[in-house]
């Protein structure tokens, strides 16, 4: 009858040959790089090479001698003849979901772990460790069976299904000890970094809002994927330095690199960070938008793309803030353009979700319509005065019972849905409704007046700013004054 599917393998090798540039895993995010904020939260023995190497992102260098003559290892390496098996818990960068493993053991030729095996868990933050590598009150899932793994060998293990469920704690064990170089734990991000509290805004191009940096003209000497990592590039990193393309002598030539934002959203303004790049950045700079619900725009033929940051010049050592204020239009992804090569090290894309905005305006319609309730309830008369008099004492009215009104507005208000503002009981007739609707929203016109010393401010169109620099260093670039159509529903054609 052959195997059951309890039986089959949940893994296959994403590159049996260890030549492939790119892969099935390629796509994915390395969660558990220091990179974006992984960290070794406790191992159970580092004899001979401290666990942190597991995180790096640089390549493995094998061993090398230490001022005092020491063998270093670049590697996780444990003691020898353990009776159990060796372990290492690693909190990841990101919370996600896990796609597949990669793990390395060149550099470690008769040191490396006969076998390895990964277990997974979602716990809260400052959950204890024990002696054990357990978690207290936590149950760890089985990733990755135990497989033996080679010397001097990348182990791409692809899982036919990402998990489902939610991990943000991996742990590695080596049966019985041994070492791993690096460990890398491919998957996607889940749980988006929260918007700055004082702004409420995002970087919706960071890795850790889920942003993917999907297509890139050209990566020779640094990697697409360092674009969106946090943090400032530094020079003691080289390897996360930043985006950098190979050198063109074409007069006409650029580059570029498209990131998939970590959800659409209303642009505020744009970051393009040179630092570190001194000599070797690019002249200039464009940035273009579009909305798609495809990964990959290219594939779309209705997206198009609107330039949302004119090409501007760049200078070394600098981070470039550009003021786009975009209220108008929602976007899934930017293309970032250079001319004609070179380096930049980080781009941010700073704005709102589209979905807060759209809770944000269910709020507001479910708190209009509970003070119009109420202020019915409470037998406010809306009609309009026909002389100064009336008016002056139709208000001395009205402020009595608004502010009887609001405070229990206020407790309807909690209790009310956040996502639609109700609607006229279906049992009351068309007359009833009319009437409601009309008394709710002249009711809703003199509350608001009366309460509302400054008009509520709407949605901006695009603004515009001149060159200018600033004391900080940064330059305030004028935007494209292109018109855009807003786009209705779930796609957007070209104007």
């Known amino acids: 009858m052959g195997n059951t599917q309890s039986n089959l393998p949940t893994y296959y090798n994403a590159d049996p040959n260890n ?36 995180i790096k992102s640089s390549q493995p260098a094998g061993s090398r001698k230490n001022k005092a003559g020491e063998v270093e290892m670049d590697a996780w390496v444990t003691r020898r003849h353990n009776p159990e098996a060796d372990w290492a818990v690693i909190r990841l960068g990101s919370t996600g979901t896990i796609a597949g493993f990669d793990i390395d053991t060149r550099g470690l030729d008769g040191e490396h772990a006969a076998q ?20 207290s009150g936590i149950e760890w899932q089985e990733l990755l069976p135990v497989v033996e793994t080679a010397a001097n060998a990348r182990h791409l293990l692809a899982l036919w299904t990402p998990t489902k469920d939610e991990f943000n704690h991996v742990r590695i064990s080596l049966h019985p000890d041994g070492g791993v170089s690096r460990l890398h734990i491919y998957g996607t991000v889940t749980k988006p970094q929260e918007e700055d509290a004082t702004s409420g805004e995002l970087d919706l191009a960071l890795v850790n809002s889920g942003a993917r940096v999907i297509l890139a003209s050209d990566e020779k000497l640094g990697a697409k ?28 030539h650029s580059d570029w690199a498209i990131v998939r934002l970590g959800e659409p959203g209303f ?28 990964a990959n725009p290219e594939r779309d033929p209705e997206c198009f793309w609107y330039q949302i940051v004119p090409r501007t010049e760049l200078n070394a050592n600098r981070l470039h803030r550009i003021d786009v ?9 930017i293309r970032l353009v250079t001319y004609p090569d070179g380096g930049i090290s980080r781009i941010r ?9 759209e809770e944000e305006a269910a709020r507001e319609e479910a708190e209009a319509a509970a003070e119009a309730a109420v202020a019915a309830e409470a037998g406010l008369d809306v009609a ?46 068309a007359a009833e409704a009319s009437a409601q609707e009309s008394f709710s929203s002249r009711s809703g016109e003199i509350i608001q007046g009366l ?43 070209a104007a």
């Open 116 to 135: 390895v095996s990964i277990q997974g868990c979602l716990a809260p933050e400052g959950t204890r460790i024990d002696s054990n590598g357990d978690l």
């Open 349 to 357: 894309a700073f704005g709102q979700r589209v979905k807060e905005i």
């Open 451 to 493: 309460t509302s010393p400054v008009a509520p401010k709407k949605r901006g169109r695009t603004r515009s700013r001149a060159d200018d620099d600033t004391d900080d260093g940064s330059i305030h670039t004028a935007d494209s004054g292109a018109k855009r159509s807003r786009r209705k529903g779930k796609s957007r054609n």
């Open 384 to 429: 309009t005065p026909t002389a100064d008099s009336d008016a002056e004492e139709a208000e001395e009215g009205v402020v009595t019972e608004v502010t009887k009104a609001k405070k229990k507005a206020d407790k309807l208000v909690r209790s009310s849905p956040r996502k639609k503002a109700s609607k006229p009981s279906k049992h009351s007739t």
């Open 267 to 294: 642009l505020t303004r744009i970051e393009l960070d040179t630092h570190t790049y001194d000599g070797d950045q690019p002249v200039s700079a464009a940035v273009q938008a579009c909305y798609t619900e495809m």
């Open 325 to 333: 204020t975009l209220n108008d239009v929602p976007f899934s992804h």
């Open 225 to 252: 994927s360092n674009l969106i990592l946090p943090g400032r590039a530094t020079l003691e990193s080289p390897e996360t330095q930043g985006w950098k393309t190979r050198r063109t002598q074409a007069a006409d």
């Open 19 to 54: 030549e492939s540039y790119t892969n099935v895993l390629s796509d994915y995010v390395d969660l558990a790089s220091a990179a974006i904020g992984a960290k070794v939260v406790k191992a159970s023995n580092e004899r001979f090479g401290a666990a942190k190497h597991l």
